[in-house]
């Protein structure tokens, strides 16, 4: 047994948006029609939270990073926690990079991208172009290319490799492929570079006579492993993580909590929210820390249809009804979201955007505020007020009765706060031998 309550955690991926002129200046989240939502807001206590700093637009892999409350200078990179996802073993000595396949056009001295996704290459054909490229030796370089799924791999680099290096892919189409550049003055960096460029540029070579849908390598976000202090010695707490995405899965699996692929519920099931709810009460006695992440917000985000969303937003609260069913005095439930994903169009057409995302905690001890709604306007005037990511598990923690004073040490772990062990989590002095 562990001190204190259990911790939900319910990220809903890109539910934050920004007010649209066709929903006369409200967010979908606003506009829908949630209950379920509302009432843990009514019950609960609410505010905005900045994951890493004001105004900076952030990936779902980092948020989640950051809200399990590890710092951003320790981060391995998204590449170590995809890797990791999908399986793909590495050694510390590796660097690895997250790949995709593209569709380029020569024009003058550059690749111009004309298509990085939707290539429609199955996954045989997926499989076969990574085998052609998989293996490429420079002098002192050795890279080889995994498949992993649709058009994506992971690109091992072996030799005297380092992760401080740019991405080639641009992200955008009508760009051009970019040249690797060295992000420091390390002779690692700048040769790391330099054969990267050289194997992409092979993959060019031998793609374009292999392929009519794409003829080019892509890579991004560098990394490599990095120790990190694992979750349960961090916080005291056996975590478990249910994702249907690879990459949180990779996340959780890296940072010591057990991970649940739940991507076959969201093809199988009509509420896969739901299902994934009622997996995790059923796995319930084993964690002191459930997190359950359902990434239907963000991908409707990107089709930019803000009545679409408002749709999906009505189902994912309607899947919730399991939860607040089940509510218990022994827990503290968290309902947020890693970023904002506009769903506006024209000029603040945004990927995802940096403005703070809602909170709403429940808990029998939880100050309620006067916040009726769960949506980014009425999360202003919660009583959390503006925390930052950094806090969020010491929030967490804090309403779950598991941490000691300031200043308390019962372990050699450094945490703005330190947990309340157990017998069985600390490390005993022995007593004297008797001679
Ligand atoms: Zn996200």
Redesign the pocket.
Known sequence: MTWGKKIFLITL??IADRPSKILEGRTPLEVAKTPNLDRLARQGINGLMHPLSPGVPMP?DV?HYLLFGYAPDERPGRSVFEATGYGVTFSPAEVICSTSFALVAPEGNALKIVHRRELGLTPDEGRRCVEAVSRYRTQEFEFELVYTKKHFGILKIRGPASDQITDSDPFYSKLPVVAVQPLDNSVEAAKTAAALNEYLRWTYTVLSKLSDKINMLLTKWPGRHRPLTPFTEKYGMRGLSLSPKELLNGLATYLGLEAVYTGSLYETSQHPLEASLSLALERLDAYDFVHIHDPRP?VISHKKDPTAKITIIEQLDAELEILLHNLRDDWVVCVTT??VTPTTVGVGKAMHAGEPVPITIWGTHVLQDSCERFSERAAAHGALGLVLGKDFMTILMNYADRLGNYGFRPRPVRNVASYRPTFEQITPLPPPSGD
């Open positions: 991926d890109g779902t948020a963000d890693d970023h």
